[in-house]
């Protein structure tokens, strides 16, 4: 069986072991760029980072994610899909910089420096998408997490080196450096794993097949859509936020989402995991064992977000100021309802990618753009009367609109009753122990 539920979990908890390395990390680095920076200065870096991955989603068109689909439905040869991926990744990478660079001189006010981390970034993000997705294609998922925490800490050494040993030139500009030079070191490292396990002379030999290309553009398309709408959810609070406030509110803002975004990235570890075993389900019992685990997930996210929230209301602030330090006293209200947001994004995440393995990438994709014109209503509506705490509840609102809305969707696909959904989840780990898949 292709997906028996003992490997689903087994490889979820190796993405999520991974993962916990990887937030660790990952809030050591958001811990010392917010005190080290400041309200301001993190504001304005956290915009050019999301900047960057939102540029390099538009330029992989939903590619890298088809790659999951069409190697776990063995539509192609092997070597020429490989082949015709990796050709496309590069071309995209040398586009991107040939566009944007250009567009940046004429205008832009960023510092040249700046201009050129930014295009490599944006290039460098490129590659590493599509390489990437062809090690979980593959089902290395012990690769995959190793390669994304070697650049979270490449990033962290490269800043904590600036800051302690050439604390001049320890700047915005330079920390944005750090992290195009840690996403191209990554990307190295990615194509060698890959080596490893792919045989590099059959792939060069292998042809480039432009339907392959296309049929990657034509499955990824939904999932391109669904990215590009969920990076602009959060930039157009960062939008509205500097419009209605200021820079500084962005940073406040970004700090009090750090730690629950690091929160809603453990279902996606999980959500790959489904993804890429949902898209070799040949039979109804496949089906059925993917429905099972994906409900204990389900309920485990939602009570784990719920428990959280509650347990951490009381010490909030004092978590806040003690972590990040006393600039970003008065978001521990914030936070709360961040986590709370980002407990039902989760459930959103884990649900959409089952989907999408089955071949409903669309349904993601209508989800996404219902949910950023719901943002730009509710953000409008409540920054402008509430400030960041409107941001705060706006958003964690259209978390919970699209969490009914994928919960519906996979009750039909699957034909999975409401009934199912609210029985405990020890229920539903008995029953994958024992097999039983009604």
Not at 98 to 106: C, T, Y
Not at 155 to 168: A, N, V
Not at 336 to 351: D, K, N, P, S, Y
Not at 405 to 428: A, T
């Amino acid at each position: 069986m292709p997906n028996s539920k003992k490997l689903i979990l087994f490889n979820s908890a190796i993405m999520l072991s991974g993962r916990a390395m990887i937030i660790l990390f990952s809030v050591i680095t958001g811990i010392f760029l917010a005190r080290s920076l400041g309200p301001d200065a993190r504001g304005s870096l956290a915009v050019i980072i999301l900047s960057i991955n939102l540029l390099s989603i538009i330029f992989e068109l939903g590619g890298p994610q088809a790659i999951i689909y069409l190697i776990g439905k063995e539509i192609y040869k092997e070597n020429e899909l490989f082949f015709s991926i990796f050709v496309t990744s590069v071309f995209f990478s040398f586009l991107s910089m040939a566009i944007l660079f250009p567009l940046m001189r004429l205008l832009s006010s960023f510092e040249l420096i700046l201009q050129i981390a930014f295009c490599f970034g944006v290039a460098t993000s490129i590659t590493i998408s599509y390489l990437r997705h062809a090690l979980l294609a593959k089902e290395k998922f012990i690769s995959y997490s190793l390669n994304i925490l070697i650049e979270v800490l490449i990033y962290l050494i490269l800043i904590l080196y600036l800051y302690f040993f050439d604390p001049l030139s320890f700047t915005r500009d330079n920390v944005v450096v750090s992290y195009s030079f840690s996403v191209a070191f990554a990307l190295l490292i990615c194509f060698f794993q890959l080596l490893r396990r792919l045989n590099l002379y059959e792939i060069l030999m292998a042809n480039f097949r432009l339907d392959i290309v296309l049929e990657s553009f034509k499955r990824g398309f939904y999932l391109f859509i669904a990215g590009v709408s969920g990076f602009l959810q959060q930039r157009i609070i960062y939008f509205l936020l500097s419009q209605f406030l200021s820079a500084k509110s962005v940073g406040l803002y970004t700090i009090a989402s750090t730690i629950p975004n690091l929160f809603a990235n453990v279902p996606q570890q999980i959500a790959t995991v489904l993804y890429a075993n949902s898209s070799k389900s040949q039979t109804t019992l496949d089906n059925k064992i993917n429905a099972s685990v994906l409900i204990f997930m389900l309920q485990a996210v939602s009570l784990l977000s719920i428990f959280f929230s509650i347990f951490i209301w009381p010490f909030s602030e004092l978590i806040i100021v003690t972590i990040f330090g006393d600039e970003y006293a008065g978001v521990g209200s914030i936070f709360v309802i961040l986590i709370f947001g980002a407990g039902a994004m989760g459930v959103v995440t884990l649900i959409f990618n089952t989907l999408a393995g089955i071949g409903l990438h669309k349904e993601f994709s209508y989800v996404s753009i219902g949910c950023t014109l719901l943002i730009c209503v509710f953000s409008y509506l409540g920054i402008s009367y509430l400030g960041l705490l409107g941001a705060a509840i706006s958003q964690s609102i259209v978390s919970i609109i699209a969490c009914l809305w994928g919960i519906r969707l996979f009750s039909y696909h699957y034909e999975v009753e409401v009934g199912d959904l609210i029985k405990s989840p020890f229920y539903h780990w008995k029953v994958l122990n024992r097999g039983e898949l009604k």
